[in-house]
Structures are given as C-alpha cells and as structure tokens.
DNA sequence: ACAAAAGTGTTGCGGCTACACCCATGA
DNA sequence: TCATGGGTGTAGCCGCAACACTTTTGT
C-alpha cells in the first residue's frame, strides 16, 4: 500500500568537504568534473543515496572510494534543494564534512580520480553550489573546535601544542598566543601528556600530548570565542 | 540527456517543528496522524518537496497551511535519512523549526487539522523519528538565542524586560537574574525603549521594547553562554 | 653568542554574579 | 503597610590577553 505515489520522487547525493590539513593550512580536495557543462570546473567528491542506505552511509561510501578510510570523523553541514541547483537534473544533495589526517589517506585511490588538495586561502571556482556547502562546513569546523578539542583527527595520534596551535590558528584564521593557548587547552585536561618529545620542530623539544579517551564527551568549556 | 538515471529516486518531505511560547513555556505544535499505522500518535506537520519547489519553499507552503502565517522565522536543523525511519516507505525528511507567536496564528486553520499545542515540559510520543528532530531543534534554538535576541519572533512586536527574561529562561531551562539580565541586553544595544507602558504585570508598570532593525545582522557578542 | 621554540609567571582589564537597595503602586 | 516587579548600583571573582622572563639546544 503506497500512500505516497501521489507525490514526486528526487535523486538524492551526498556532497563530502573533504578537510585535511598541511603545512600550516587547512587543504580541501577537490576533483575536476569530466564532462560538460562545467567539463574541467573543481567539485566535490560526491555520490548517490542508494535503496537501503542512510546519507550518512552514503557519505562515509563515498570516503572509502575517494580516499581509502574508514572511521573518519564526519558531520552533516545541511542540505541544498534549489530545485535548478544541479544544471544537468534535479538534485537533492546532503552535504558533509570530513576531516582526514592528509598523509594517512589513499593517494593512488587519489591520484586515479585526478583528485587535489587546494590550500583554503587558494581555491578555485566550484560547480553548482558547493561553494557555499565549502563556506558553511568550515563554519561548522569552527563550532566544533570552538567546543572540543580537533586534534587526532586532522593531525596524527600524538602531536605538539606547536602543531596544535597552528591547526587552530588555521581553522580560525587568527592568531593566537603560545603561553595562553597552550595555558587554555591544559585547563582543559582533556590531553595526556606522553613521556616522548618531538626534536625536528625546535631545539629543547616539545613534548606530545595526545587526546584522553572522554575527549568525546562534549560539554567542556568553550576554547575559543568566537 | 539524463545522466543519473542508473541511480534511485525517493520521496523527500519536510518536517516542521512549530514552536511558539505561552504563559511561560515553549510549546509544540502537534497533530495526530489519522490513519495506520501509529493512528493516533501524535506527528509533526510535514509535506513532500514537489518539483520546482525548493525545501525551504516546501516548508513555508506547510506553515502557510498548517498556521495560516508566512514571513516566519524558520531554519534547517538536519536531514534524517535512515531507510527505515518511515515505516510506510522509504522518506528522507528535512526537518525545520519554525517560531510563530501563538496568539496569531489561524485558529481555525490549526483546529481544523486537529493540532494541538504541547508544551514542552510534557510532550506525547511522536512517530518515527520526530522526537529526535524537536530535540535537535530545541538545541538549534539555544544556539540562535545565544547570539541573536530572540524577541519579536515568539513574543509580540513589543515586550517588556519581564516577558524576554522569561522567554529566554523557557528557552534555557534555568532562571536568569532580572537586573543582569535587563543589563546584559540592553549593552548589546539592539532594543528600542518605547515611550509606552505595560500596566498589566506589575504595579509600577514596565517599558515596552523593540528590536531595533539591524537586529537581524548577527556578529554580537555571545549573550548565553551555552 | 645567538636564535628560536618550550614553558612558566605576572599583571591589568572587563565581564559576569550575587547581591543590596530604592521606586512606584495596587490590594 | 505590605508585597511585587521595575530599575540601578556595587563589590568580588574569574578568565583572558598581553607580555616579561627563564630554559634548552642546534648552528
């Protein structure tokens, strides 16, 4: 018994912002759309809503192909349904966010899509809408960050306050100051700090620290204001 | 030339979550579905997207039916997609929130479809998944409320310090010192005084105010810290 | 010796909280 | 006159920003 048929159905896509971070700056992979219209314009790594699977599922789908990993921590950034959005059909898209820790991903699953990593500050002109689902998604990043600690995700297991204050001066495009940042994210006590010391980025060397287990948990205080 | 036909289509519907503010507690708009299964379970109002209709239209045409009300205030909170979350066939719904000013909306309109205003405190089961789109919601609102005066949206054009500090403990769930409060508000410099009176709730009567215009441009200090 | 990052300490300002306090007025 | 909300003022606390200062070590 269909009691929906009177209505349309839609193409439903899930849309990823791929987020990793390289050399003091936040990096977006894009692929080149290879066909027209748009042939050679940048987009994002997307897919299709399949029967019997989420978006969430779609999304994480989507990551396997394009990047080779699981597990990503990933969130909804919002949905786009401008009935002309997609040039070529109608087009409900879902877009998300991933953060990858850029020198773990795939990069012959990469290199076979013609895929590329644009530094934030330098990127280029984008199909359709996804601008704006780029702009929105590093809105959410900013929230997020803003509340809990981003850190194994987009650098390694262990890292330094250095590497750590770097990524969030990234994230949000500011600086910020050692002695009170590292002050800040101690009162925290959501890091462990590891008895082992990272040598190649100063002389003294620079402990690791490495994120407790209930980091997860929300709820702490806010870290930046924003 | 329809490139994407190897891939499925599926119904797409909104959800809104109608909330207005009443003697002092949120409330819910609710109607009870009329038909198996879960008839009698209470529901969100909801529609499907048509063609040539964008979600954010989709949801305003189901306010405009449901209240009677356009030019509402109404955000996305998220997509819930899970191939299961309808039990008659597959949806993938988009859910809104909407505030509306409870004294104004259509009467008739509502009452003819049944609704009825829950509030909060004390909300039924819902189907499917509603529940966890008014939680959503909920914390969307606090959100906005945080960085924005939310004032003319629930309440009237005008208010008193008394019915904002109220609306935003319901909004809250907690209680707000009335003279930090009044202070924290009126330094952000985005209210009117009126050369007018409220007589009705306290003896030595209390001014009436209202958003200045600009009001609606965000970037303000934080004004709840969440 | 110098530079550069690690790490700690200090100080001042601003905002928030918890009140105290007077005002106006209806019951 | 008492209770109630309106409205203002104030003192203390806390967090943050700015910046000084010491440590360590490679070049």
Redesign the pocket.
């Known amino acids: 018994m269909e009691r929906y048929n009177k209505h349309p159905k839609h193409f439903v896509a899930v849309d990823c912002v791929i987020l990793g971070y390289d050399e003091g700056e936040l990096c977006l992979l894009l692929y080149p759309r290879g066909f027209q219209p748009s042939k050679g314009a940048w987009s994002l790594m997307g897919g299709f809503v399949q029967n019997n699977e989420s978006s969430d599922d779609a999304a994480k789908r989507v990551l396997k192909q394009t990047i080779g990993l699981e597990d990503i921590f990933m969130k909804q950034v919002g949905t786009f349904a401008e009935p002309d959005r997609d040039t070529e059909d109608r087009v409900i898209s879902i877009a998300y966010y991933a953060l990858v820790r850029i020198e773990e991903h795939d990069k012959a699953c990469v290199r076979e899509h013609g895929a590329h990593w644009w530094p934030i500050s330098e990127l280029p002109a984008m199909i359709f809408d996804h601008r704006k689902m780029v702009d929105k998604a590093l809105l959410k990043l900013q929230q997020e960050a803003g509340y809990r600690i981003i850190g194994q995700e987009l650098l390694a297991e262990k890292f330094?306050?250095?590497q750590l204050r770097q990524l969030y001066q990234a994230i949000f495009q500011r600086e910020f100051?050692?002695?009170?940042f590292?002050?800040?994210i101690l009162s925290l006590d959501v890091l462990e700090r590891l008895n082992e010391k990272n040598m190649l980025?100063?002389?003294?060397?620079?402990?690791y620290y490495k994120c407790k287990e209930e980091n997860n948990e929300r709820g702490l205080?806010r870290i930046v204001?924003v």
């Open positions: 330094t306050m250095l100051d050692p002695g009170n590292r002050k800040k980025e100063s002389k003294k060397g620079a402990f205080d204001k």
